[in-house]
């Protein structure tokens, strides 16, 4: 529920449940060609918080997102609303208010503030078999991050959760920013799940892996998940290799 307003802004209007989420995020960014061999890794941070109101006519969320990464700085406020289209249908709309400090060296700072639009629908094919479509960005505020992304998910049993999501920049050749992830998640022991993806983004010239860990009661949740990113070098678009390692913890309450 709480990734509607960073995700698909949709499937919030077909819960009942409101809901105030933390995030924290830390890592480390390797670089596969620096010259010095004993360098340390840079290290990223973020954390988020998002308050969801659901179960109404109009359902929404407003959240707040900051985040460190090598010397760049970024705060970004996420606004997003969603309602019914039917008994199996939803639209969602988002706005993502953004403001970055962009800086090679931690001296020499340029400030960029820019707003982005996120549309979403969702319908719901069977009992089992949800799909759902997002357009990021659509305006083309920003270079590189307009996508078309369509999602399914599968639910056996309440036992089994299957992710498959694809996509592009339908503005560029298909073969030059094709994306596609997936993920499965197995509910263990009553009240936990396990869950493990994989990922890859051509237009991010990127790839990589993700498992995780969630603990679920009826108002509570904590998950705790690992994500390792390969970025492969790029001479046209001034990319360096590089590896990223994340661990995130989160906590939702729901009321």
């Not at 941070?45 to 760049?72: N, P, V």
């Not at 290799?241 to 009321?255: A, D, G, M, Q």
Request: charged fraction near 25%; charge should be negative; glycine fraction near 8%.
């Amino acid at each position: 529920m709480e990734e509607s307003s960073v995700l698909n802004p949709a499937p919030v209007a077909f819960f009942k449940d409101s809901s105030i989420y933390l995030q924290k995020i830390s890592g480390n960014i390797t670089q596969e060609t620096s010259n010095n061999p004993h360098a340390a890794p840079l290290d990223i941070d973020s954390m988020a918080a998002i308050l969801t109101e659901s179960g109404q006519t109009i359902s929404g969320s407003i959240g707040y997102q900051y985040a460190e990464d090598r010397f760049d700085k970024r705060k970004r406020l996420m606004i997003a609303s969603a309602g019914r289209a039917g008994d199996k249908s939803s639209l969602g709309i988002a706005a993502r208010i953004t403001q970055d400090s962009l800086s090679e060296n931690g001296q020499d700072v340029q400030n960029i503030k820019y707003n982005q639009l996120v549309l979403g629908a969702s319908h719901v094919l069977g009992e089992a078999v949800t799909m759902g479509v997002t357009f990021i960005d659509p305006l083309k505020e920003r270079p590189n991050e307009t996508r078309g992304i369509l999602g399914l998910q599968y639910v056996y049993e309440d036992f089994v959760f299957l992710i498959l999501d694809a996509g592009a920049d339908y503005n560029k050749a298909l073969a030059e920013t094709f994306l596609y992830r997936g993920a499965v998640q197995f509910k263990v022991f009553g009240d936990f799940f396990v869950r493990a993806g994989f990922f890859t983004d051509d237009g991010l010239n990127e790839n990589g892996s993700g498992a995780g860990l969630s603990w679920v009661q009826p108002k509570l949740m904590f998950d705790f998940a690992l994500k390792n990113t390969n970025i492969k070098a790029d001479l046209d678009k001034n990319i360096e290799p590089e590896k990223i390692k994340e661990t995130s913890f989160s906590l939702s309450y729901r009321f």
